[in-house]
Nanobody
Framework: VQLAELGGGLVQPGGPQRLPCIAS????????MGWYRQAPGKERQLVAS???????NFADSVKDRFTISRDYAKDTVYLQMNSLKPEGTAVYYCHLLETAYWGQGTQVTVSS
């Protein structure tokens, strides 16, 4: 399995950004997916996750601003980020939870 994050780049504070993560092959509906981020000098942290039941979880810092969704037909999981803050500047990674599979990461910079 290969995971490829798209999107990223420079975003204005308060602006939106959507990050797709595309899996190279059909991923099991049973495998939960997650989005993580790692800011400079900090540890990688879980931002959002989605389970086969449809249950989603979010870090407290992004609740009410970020959503996560999954399109099984396209083998893609999306992270929709709204009202981005400068502290959201980080490399964002998608991860097939409960496996060793990670994407290569995509840089998101929130700055004016």
């Amino acid at each position: 399995v290969q995971l490829a994050e798209l999107g990223g780049g420079l975003v204005q504070p308060g602006g939106p950004q959507r990050l797709p993560c595309i899996a190279s092959i059909c991923t099991s509906r049973l495998n939960p997916m997650g989005w993580y981020r790692q800011a400079p000098g900090k540890e990688r942290q879980l931002v959002a996750s989605i389970f086969s039941s449809g249950t989603t979880n979010f870090a407290d810092s992004v609740k009410d601003r970020f959503t996560i969704s999954r399109d099984y037909a396209k083998d893609t999981v999306y992270l929709q980020m709204n009202s981005l803050k400068p502290e959201g500047t980080a490399v964002y990674y998608c991860h097939l939870l409960e496996t060793a599979y990670w994407g290569q990461g995509t840089q998101v910079t929130v700055s004016s």
